[in-house]
T-cell receptor
């Protein structure tokens, strides 16, 4: 069975500092991996997606993620956080049909 | 492109009542998904349609839940004899099948069962 673990429930970061969100997955085949962001009252928005190719994936809003098969990880990073990045972030794994299994999410708080 | 639209935004009901939610996908999208999200958790897959055909249902979807997409456009999700455990955010997403398939989510319907 596929599963996703996001070990950090909350992360607080100062504006301008770097951010890294951890994601570990379990999947039987070659996974599709995703990061979504959810702001209050908003729908989930796709930040980036990985299936094959370069293991460092660039996304929207200055985010990137690195796929490490040996560690079953797909961590999300941003070099310099803006106050508008405060939101909940979800890692997900799935098949091509987009039937996704999501992690429990990491809530990011940004300090001024 | 108006995005994925879900109605109502909020629904409060008493235990035992039936409720129905509607999802209007992005117009050219042929796939439609329903997910459920409880407080503090990530979304959980419930079911999905390709055009009007319901291709997969999660074991989470008990017999009290039924989803339809009669003309391959909008979809409804009905919950019969609601229980307090049904309280959650119900999310709809749509996509266009293809190599660069991407899910677009609606803002959800928040259900509270009293």
């Amino acid at each position: 069975a596929q599963s996703v673990t996001q070990p950090d429930i909350h992360i607080t970061v100062s504006e301008g500092a770097s951010l890294e969100l951890r994601c570990n997955y379990s999947y039987g085949a070659t996974p599709y991996l995703f990061w979504y962001v959810q702001s209050p009252g908003q729908g989930l928005q796709l930040l980036l997606k990985y299936f094959s190719g370069d293991t460092l994936v660039q996304g929207i809003k200055g985010f990137e993620a690195e796929f490490k098969r040996s560690q079953s990880s797909f961590n999300l990073r941003k070099p310099s956080v803006h106050w508008s990045d405060a939101a909940e972030y979800f890692c997900a794994v799935g098949s091509q049909s987009n039937k996704l299994t999501f992690g429990g999410g990491t809530r990011v708080l940004v300090k001024p | 492109d108006t995005g994925v639209s879900q109605n109502p935004r909020h629904k409060i009901t008493k235990r035992g009542q039936n409720v129905t939610f509607r999802c209007d996908p992005i117009s050219e999208h042929n796939r439609l998904y329903w997910y459920r999200q409880t407080l503090g958790q990530g979304p959980e897959f419930l079911t999905y349609f390709q055009n009007e055909a319901q291709l997969e249902k999660s074991r989470l979807l008990s017999d009290r839940f039924s989803a339809e997409r009669p003309k391959g456009s909008f979809s409804t999700l009905e919950i019969q004899r609601t229980e307090q455990g049904d309280s959650a955010m119900y999310l709809c997403a749509s996509s266009l099948m293809g190599p660069n398939e991407k899910l677009f989510f609606g803002s959800g319907t928040q259900l509270s069962v009293l």
